[in-house]
């Protein structure tokens, strides 16, 4: 039987970075768990543009549509701001999400309780959290037509235009059934019926394919009291289904609610291929993060998640037998709980800190280096937080990481 193939498109920013981590936890699955992928890598946004004047090539974009998954890292910055549209970074990622029709965009918004307090939010509303949006990602306003900027009289007028058929609001509708019978069995659908028609549309499909779904409770909510209530009382909700424009707004504040945007991975799935797997893209949730690419700031968390998303989800259960499956599901979800964390020390190498060993660091200063009255707690005891120099306010930047994929534990 073949090796699952995995297309990495690193990107621009931090993407290259994290990415190289990722290669890291890929090699480590080949030679510590026997787990082969024929991985391959071909450049996007910013980059592709840099060397072949376009964000995305012909000959990347029909080897993206030949792997079983495309890895991306991020793309975009203010270097090409100024670019035509047609040629800006972010328009390969698009291209990427039509040609390979990527219909169903799942976001998730997962709060460890080692990250609650970390949260606007109050940690009693926020701990535990374990939403899934599923975002319509192939039509709708970023998609539709017309679209432009027009001369009218003696301005320029910009026109977008919110565009959805019936086909495509059944399939995201069922993704998103399908979804929550393994959760929940709760479906809060969002739109703005009350001033869209293609909300009315949105809420009357959904209604229908929901019929087909008894045992699932089905809710319709109108998508600004939705951004309200995610604020409010997130845990309310399972699975929430939402059209292209509002899943990107809303699955940005979601991922807010678990203490850091940069920590949650994407996934982006497509029909079935002729091996029976989805056509599918996966991303970290964060961007390019140009101010501190090559610093050695950056944290693959995300990048690493959104691979190991896809070995669990796909590749691997599909060729392996259930033994191997314990390895990739249990091992990210519990790294922040069990207090596994890299800290970054005065260089840009990351030092992976002590199984199970606080993260905490005694505060120093200049008039006394040492402050032996503040002690380091005791080693054998598991971290109460993850930086208890924050309420000093001396909070210093630490770094969740894989350790059990390099260490075997």
């Not at 432009?148 to 026109?159: D, K, P, Q, S, W």
């Not at 424009?245 to 991922?255: P, V, Y």
Request: glycine share 8%; hydrophobic share 40%; charged share 25%.
């Amino acid at each position: 039987m073949s090796n699952p193939s995995i297309l990495i498109l690193p990107g621009d920013g931090i993407g290259p970075e994290v990415m190289t981590e990722v290669r890291k936890v890929i090699t480590w699955f080949g030679e510590g768990r026997d787990i082969q992928f024929d991985v391959s890598e071909a450049l996007v946004g910013g980059a592709a543009y840099d060397k072949h004047g376009v964000p995305l090539t012909d000959e990347t974009m029909a080897h993206a549509q030949e792997v079983d998954a495309v890895l991306l890292g991020a793309v975009g910055g203010p270097a090409y701001d100024d670019l035509d549209f047609s040629v800006k970074p972010e328009r390969g990622l698009l291209r990427l999400r039509k040609e390979m029709d990527l219909y169903a965009n799942l976001r998730p918004a997962q709060c460890f309780d080692a990250l609650a307090d970390f949260s606007s939010l109050k940690k009693e509303i926020v701990s535990g959290l374990d939403i899934m949006i599923l975002r319509e990602l192939t039509s709708g306003v970023y998609f539709g037509e017309p679209r432009g900027i027009f001369e009218e009289g003696n301005e320029r007028v910009g026109i977008n235009t919110q565009r959805y058929t019936e086909s495509e609001i059944e399939r995201a509708a069922r993704s998103a059934f399908e979804l929550a019978m393994r959760r929940n069995k709760k479906v809060c659908s969002m739109e703005k019926a009350n001033v869209m028609e293609s909300g009315i549309l949105w809420r009357e499909v959904t209604t229908r394919v929901g019929k087909d779904y008894p045992e699932v409770e089905l809710s319709h909510m109108y998508a600004d009291n939705g951004a309200m209530q995610l604020v409010r009382a997130p845990k309310q909700f399972d699975v929430i289904l939402t059209d292209n424009l509002f899943g990107d707004i809303l699955s940005d504040c979601a991922a807010m609610l678990t203490g850091s945007l940069g920590m949650l991975p994407s996934a982006s799935l497509g029909a079935p291929m002729a091996n029976g797997r989805p056509k599918a893209m996966y991303e970290p949730v964060h961007g390019s993060a140009p101010d501190i690419a090559g610093q050695g700031k950056a944290n693959p968390i995300a990048c690493t998640s959104a691979l190991r998303w896809r070995c669990a989800t796909a590749l691997i259960w599909a060729t392996r037998p259930p033994a191997w499956k314990a390895p990739l599901r249990k091992c990210l979800p519990t790294v922040p709980a069990r207090r596994i964390c890299w800290e970054k020390t005065a260089s840009t190498r990351f030092r992976p800190a002590k199984w199970a060993t606080p993260l905490w660091q005694p505060c120093r200063t200049a008039s006394n280096p040492r402050r032996p009255e503040i002690k380091r707690p005791c080693l054998k005891r598991p971290c109460a937080g993850f930086c208890r120099a924050r309420e000093r306010g001396r909070q210093r930047p630490l770094f969740l990481w894989l350790h059990t994929f390099f260490c075997g534990s």
